[in-house]
């Protein structure tokens, strides 16, 4: 009875597995901060990757890790970069005919900086400083999406938090032909302590300064909307939410305001921080996995972004 009057549902198809890629062959190393998550070589990507269509999941958010770092991020739109050859060779499995291939698009993982866009320096002596230079970044977030979309990604996805960024991406896709690939913006991505475990997986973590003069305040909900409505028109069409469970005000209130599917993403913090209480036996590890995936579905995520998707969809299978 408690199954027939359910309100909300979840099923593997709602979820999205995130994919570190690294050069080599035969790579799956373990990150330290995150049990169960691995840096993969290409060829070990598509191995999971046909474990994810086995489970039914609705699809993959790649990430790179590059063999070599500079200033600008070359890396992120090079046509034989490490998340491009990835794309190329997963669009040759079969996983690819059930799975939606997502690319992230951002240079913190490209650049020897750890920002996510370009970094300029500013001031002398005491009063030096250092600002990332939203315009000259937009042009090189615009050619990363063009090479992802080129190298077989159905969906590319901006997470830099650079103002003008969705709509530099739009045309530069639209000029290269690629009028029909869609973009998953993160729109609301709020400056947060829950992103530590992932800096150490994609490598990416800043050298100097953080990340908070572009990403967001978490005290400000009307600036979250405000951002979301500003992508939807400069061309998103879809948007997502980034950390999730702090944020789940967020993600009702853009449910409640918006008409375009909806993702929140269960970031590697709130990740970690299960896995930990798992550990200490402190909480039941299946019914504490659905349970935070299912608040998310019901606070209005369309679709979900997590480490758990695959241990989630063998519960739910």
Not at 11 to 31: A, E, H, Q, T
Request: glycine share 10%; charged share 25%; with cysteine.
């Amino acid at each position: 009875m408690r199954a027939l009057v359910r309100e909300t549902a979840l099923s593997p198809g709602d979820l999205i597995y995130p994919l570190f890629v690294r050069p080599g062959k035969g790579v799956r190393s373990p990150v330290g901060s995150m049990p169960g998550v691995f840096n993969l070589s290409v060829d070990e990507a598509v191995r999971e990757a046909d474990e994810v269509a086995r489970l039914g999941l609705g699809g993959l958010l790649l990430f790179g890790l590059p063999e070599t770092k500079d200033d600008q991020g070359t890396a992120a739109w090079e046509e034989d970069g490490i998340v491009q050859q990835a794309l190329r060779a997963l669009k040759q499995s079969e996983a690819s005919k059930k799975l939606v291939l997502i690319a992230d698009v951002c240079l913190c993982e490209y650049t020897r900086h750890g920002h996510c866009g370009v970094v300029v320096t500013s001031g002398e002596g005491l009063y030096a400083g250092f600002e990332v230079d939203n315009d000259s970044t937009l042009e090189l977030l615009a050619r990363t999406a063009v090479s992802q979309a080129k190298a077989g990604a159905d969906v590319v996805a901006p997470s830099d938090m650079m103002d003008g960024r969705v709509a530099a991406i739009r045309r530069a896709l639209d000029a290269a032909g690629l009028s029909q690939t869609p973009i998953l913006s993160y729109a609301s991505k709020f400056a947060s302590a829950f992103y530590g475990p992932f800096r150490e997986a994609a490598d990416s973590a800043p050298q100097f300064g953080d990340r908070r003069t572009y990403q967001m305040d978490g005290a400000n909900i009307r600036e979250a909307l405000r951002e979301i409505d500003l992508d939807i028109e400069e061309g998103a069409d879809m948007i997502l939410m980034k950390p999730a469970m702090p944020y789940l005000d967020v993600v009702r209130a853009a449910r409640d305001r918006f008409d375009v599917p909806i993702g929140a993403y269960q970031v590697s913090g709130e990740y970690s921080m299960l896995q930990a209480a798992f550990e200490k036996g402190w909480l039941d590890r299946d019914r504490a996995i659905l349970e935070s995936l299912v608040g998310l579905r019901r606070a209005g995520a369309d679709f979900i972004v997590t480490y758990f998707a695959k241990e989630a969809a063998r519960l739910l299978g």
